[in-house]
């Protein structure tokens, strides 16, 4: 199994730090996950924990322009609040934790992950420090996919607004 | 003078009820359909495009209405804030998609991207965005009269408010009509945007995308999740 932390653009230390954790770790290793890959944002980060377990391989960066590749990779990721990784990972059919970010004020995207979790379209974690015991129990068959959209709907609500017959 | 003023006074009253008649607000969005038998087509549509999400979304929903009947809706024309280049790069993207794309009717010139100064950048204090916005507003005018929209587009980033606003005033002043239709992102489920606020009283059509808003705004109208 593989694994991809996504932070987006500002930093997310609690996430990062939970994951380069031995609690952590452990728990990969009962899951037999192979390889991690940590997008850590504006924040520098050295693995410490993750560095000990030679049968892991553990990649870091801190920006990239797209995340694509490396959700089209994972089998499960790990990422904050953002609608755009949330949507890009559900379209990818990709099983995803959201875990909250505390540090950010004002933080209406926690609206969002909430009500696609109670959907069961993905797993919510309003803190940090419950990341391990979601991993731990996760149940990925229990997801459902998210339905996909039919712009005919929009569509439709333009041509009808001007008076448009198709 | 004297007169001169309460003329200028009487004129000012006049169009401040103007706009207050036309307040979308007032009405029920069913009766905001347009009321004209036939439209002449192609409509134009001017769109807003502004930071991450919102242009993910907006790009969305444009390739829908072209997908489908390109005859209908080829005049497309661009608001970008000037320091997003981002955007600027993801609509060229676009653009160059739909063209390349074989079973595409459409001639050449029919998207146009307009550049305007951004009113307020992130943390920028109030007093200094004064000016700034005072360009916005001009700028919007000036794409505004130069498009002369049938459509204004819009679902959310900053730039947005101005040339709505605009677009209301045009629409006063009764040098063209302009319909606004607002579609709030995605990410709002339960709350919505300060843009969303603001075009909430102004928009013509006002689109959510969860039932949860939909409740909470009775001139909201929800038509499922459109990304």
Redesign the interface.
Known sequence: MKIFVTVGTTKFTELINIVDSQEFLQLMKKKGVTEITLQTGTEEFEPKELKKETNLTVKTFKLVPSIEEYIEKADLIISHG???TI?ESLRAKKPLIVVVNDSLMDN??T??A??LAEEKHLFYCENSSFLPTIFKNIEIDGLLPLPD???????S????????K? | MNLLIKFFSIFLLIIFIRAVYILPIWKRPTQMKTKRQKYKIPISILSVIGSGGHTAEMLKLLDGLLQKDRTRYYQVNFIVAKTDKNSKIKIEKFIQNIRENPTSLIQKNQFKIFEIPRSREVGQSFISCILPTIRAFFSSLFVLFKTKPKLLLVNGPGTCVPVSICAFFIRVLFLNKTDIIYVESVARVKSLSLSGLILYIIADRFLVQWTELYQKYSKSEYIGRLF
């Open positions: 953002g609608a755009g949507f209406h995207q609206e969002l909430e009500k959209t039919n712009p005919d709907k929009f569509n609500f333009i041509d009808n607004h001007f008076n448009l198709i």
